[in-house]
C-alpha cells in the first residue's frame, strides 16, 4: 500500500527530519495524531466502531478465535465496543488489560459493558472482576492491539508507555497481533516510515474500518 495511492499522505502529519533522534520523532508523531484523532466528531467514531467489527469479523485470526485479548478503547482510540459485544455474543474469551504500578502488567476477564471502571483519569477502561496474572496472555489465540500509527513493514506506533511491546513479548510464539487505527494511520514504509526502536513488537495485520491487511512482520 503506497501512501500517495491510497490518498491518505497529504493528510498524514509526518514531522520527522534527518537526524533526529528515534525517541524526539516518536513523541512528534504522537502529539500530531493525536490531537487529529481528538477532532474526529463523536458521530462518525460510532460510525467507525460498527465498521471496525464488520472488518474484523472478516479477518480469519479474530474469526476462529475462541480467546482474545483485546482493549477497550478510550474516547478517541479506535473504538471497540461494537467488537467486546459481538465477540461476547459468539462465545469467546475476552482478555482486558489491567495496568498495574508503573509497568506492571495483568489481565482480566470482560463480562460486559456495565463492568469496566475507569480506574483513573486517562486510564483505559478495565474489568472489575479479579485479575488472572500477566501470564494469562499464553491462553490468547490472537492480540488486537491498539495502535496510533502502523507502516507496511508492521511497525506499530503506541502510546508510549511500552506496555504493549512488554506484554507481546509474553504471548505465545506465532500469535497474530493484530492492530486498530483509521485510514490515514497506515504510513507507507518506503516513503514514511515510522521511527522504531530494538524492543518495538511488530503487529502482522492492520485492520481500519474499510479493510485488513497483512504485513509482512
Request: hydrophobic share 40%; glycine share 8%.
Amino acid at each position: 500500500m503506497r501512501g500517495d495511492s491510497t490518498g491518505t499522505s497529504a493528510r498524514q502529519p509526518y514531522p520527522i527530519f534527518p537526524g533526529m533522534e528515534v525517541a524526539e520523532a516518536k513523541d512528534e508523531l504522537r502529539r500530531e495524531i493525536r490531537a487529529r484523532r481528538a477532532s474526529r466528531p463523536p458521530r462518525l467514531r460510532a460510525q467507525a466502531s460498527v465498521a471496525f467489527a464488520d472488518v474484523l469479523e472478516t479477518v480469519p485470526a479474530v474469526l476462529e478465535a475462541k480467546v482474545v485479548a483485546t482493549y477497550a478503547s478510550r474516547p478517541t482510540e479506535p473504538s471497540t465496543s461494537e467488537l467486546l459485544e459481538r465477540l461476547a455474543a459468539r462465545g469467546a474469551r475476552i482478555l482486558l488489560p489491567v495496568l498495574g504500578a508503573g509497568l506492571a502488567r495483568d489481565w482480566a476477564e470482560y463480562t460486559g459493558h456495565g463492568d469496566l471502571r475507569e480506574r483513573a483519569p486517562g486510564r483505559p477502561p478495565e474489568p472489575g472482576g479479579p485479575t488472572l496474572g500477566p501470564e494469562a496472555i499464553l491462553e490468547a489465540d490472537v492480540v488486537v492491539a491498539p495502535a496510533l500509527a502502523v507502516d507496511t513493514r508492521g511497525v506499530r506506533l503506541g502510546q508510549g508507555g511500552g506496555w504493549y511491546d512488554r506484554t507481546l513479548k509474553q504471548a505465545r510464539s506465532g500469535v497474530p497481533v493484530v492492530a486498530m487505527v483509521f485510514p490515514e494511520e497506515i504510513y507507507d514504509a518506503v516513503e514514511r516510515p515510522l521511527p522504531v526502536e530494538n524492543h518495538d513488537m511488530p503487529v502482522h495485520v492492520v485492520v481500519t474500518p474499510e479493510r485488513w491487511q497483512d504485513l509482512p512482520a
